[in-house]
Structures are given as structure tokens and as C-alpha cells.
T-cell receptor, first 113, second 112 residues
Framework: EPEVTQTPSHQVTQMGQEVILRCVPISNHLYFYWYRQILGQKVEFLVS????????KSEIFDDQFSVERPDGSNFTLKIRSTKLEDSAMYFCASSRDGNYGYTFGSGTRLTVV | QQQVKQSPQSLIVQKGGISIINCAYE??????FPWYQQFPGKGPALLIAIRPDVSEKKEGRFTISFNKSAKQFSLHIMDSQPGDSATYFCAAGWGYGQNFVFGPGTRLSVLP
């Protein structure tokens, strides 16, 4: 079964450093998403991406965050200057046509120290 | 208005029993209601989903009941198995491109 692949599985970074989380969505999917889950809490929407541009973003997705699809396969989330409260699991997801529940990756655990 | 409430927070069921998790929403613009199952260290996996034009959907041991007038929906797991032990999230979405609002999750433990 096709999978959404995320790398790395765990990243530790110093506060104030930039991090890039990487995702390879399912190949024929057109809609891409980032969600995050602070430990033990609910899954929160960050941003959706379609046709090479952001289609929607939440209030969490401030100027410190950016997304990019640098080539035909990768979808990245960049956090410019990490804060302690950015520590969470970050999930990438993709959807074929945007009209159904989508497939999540296994996540990247980001720890900011 | 974009909140999705979910209960109970945790649930313990004997093997073979029925697990019932309830969710409620307020935004009538929501038009797609999926349930996700999450095992520790994994991403949420789509379990079953329903649209508001039907009142019930069944897939194997999993059934969603949907009450549009009450703005509530629930997940029933029949013949619960220890392998069903996981965290279950209800969610609600709207519009093409479906950005979902998730409930806070229910941790289900099925005792052997």
C-alpha cells in the first residue's frame, strides 16, 4: 500500500535554530498537508498546499513557518527559528483529490532544547 | 465554532464487548466526518468516514452513526479485540481540500 514517508523520524535542535522536516507524499496525490501533535494532545492543522501554493493555514502557521515543494516528490516544512513550544510530532499527509480523508505519514518528532 | 468535542477521554472494554466513542460539532458547514486510529509512534490512519447525507455507515466491525440534527456522530466497535487498543480521533472537515478539525482523542484499551 502506498505510504507517505517522513524524514527524519526524530530531530533534536537548539532553540533558535532552523529545521526542515521532509515528506514524500504518495506519488499521484495532489493535496498536501502538515499537522502537528503536541505530546498527548490532539492533532492540529497547520497548512494545506495545492497547485504549488498554500491553500489554507491556521493561526499556528505564523511567519516562522514555511512550506515548499522543491521538486516533484518532496514536500518540506521549515521552521525558521525554533522555540521550545515547537516541540511536537509533525505529521505530513497527502490526498489524491482533496475530497476524502487523507493518508498520514508516521511523523517527525521534533524536540527543541 | 470549529471545535469538535469527543468523549470519553479513555475507555476500557473487555474483549468481545462494544466500544462506543461520541463526538459533537457545531459548525454546520462540516461535510465530512472521518475517524482515525492511532497507535503509539505512528501517524493517524483513516478508519472509516461518513458524509452528512447518510445516518449510518458500517465497515466490518466498525460503524459510524450520524445524527445531523443533533450535530453528533459516534463510532461503534463491535466485538472489540485487544488489537483495537489505540487512540481514536474523530474529525470534521469542509470544502474541497478538507482541512480537518480533530477531536481530542479517546484512548481505548481492550482487555484480553
Amino acid at each position: 500500500e502506498p505510504e507517505v514517508t517522513q524524514t527524519p523520524s526524530h530531530q533534536v535542535t537548539q532553540m533558535g535554530q532552523e529545521v526542515i522536516l521532509r515528506c514524500v507524499p504518495i506519488s499521484n496525490h495532489l493535496y498536501f498537508y502538515w499537522y502537528r501533535q503536541i505530546l498527548g494532545q490532539k492533532v492540529e492543522f497547520l497548512v494545506s498546499f495545492y497547485n504549488n501554493e498554500i491553500s489554507e493555514k491556521s493561526e499556528i502557521f505564523d511567519d516562522q513557518f514555511s512550506v515548499e515543494r522543491p521538486d516533484g516528490s518532496n514536500f518540506t516544512l521549515k521552521i525558521r527559528s525554533t522555540k521550545l513550544e515547537d516541540s511536537a510530532m509533525y505529521f505530513c499527509a497527502s490526498s489524491r483529490d482533496g475530497n476524502y480523508g487523507y493518508t498520514f505519514g508516521s511523523g517527525t518528532r521534533l524536540t527543541v532544547v | 465554532q470549529q471545535q469538535v468535542k469527543q468523549s470519553p477521554q479513555s475507555l476500557i472494554v473487555q474483549k468481545g464487548g462494544i466500544s462506543i466513542i461520541n463526538c459533537a460539532y457545531e459548525n454546520t458547514a462540516f461535510d465530512y466526518f472521518p475517524w482515525y486510529q492511532q497507535f503509539p509512534g505512528k501517524g493517524p490512519a483513516l478508519l472509516i468516514a461518513i458524509r452528512p447525507d447518510v445516518s449510518e455507515k458500517k465497515e466490518g466491525r466498525f460503524t459510524i452513526s450520524f445524527n445531523k440534527s443533533a450535530k453528533q456522530f459516534s463510532l461503534h466497535i463491535m466485538d472489540s479485540q485487544p488489537g483495537d487498543s489505540a487512540t481514536y480521533f474523530c474529525a470534521a472537515g469542509w470544502g474541497y481540500g478538507q482541512n480537518f478539525v480533530f477531536g481530542p482523542g479517546t484512548r481505548l484499551s481492550v482487555l484480553p
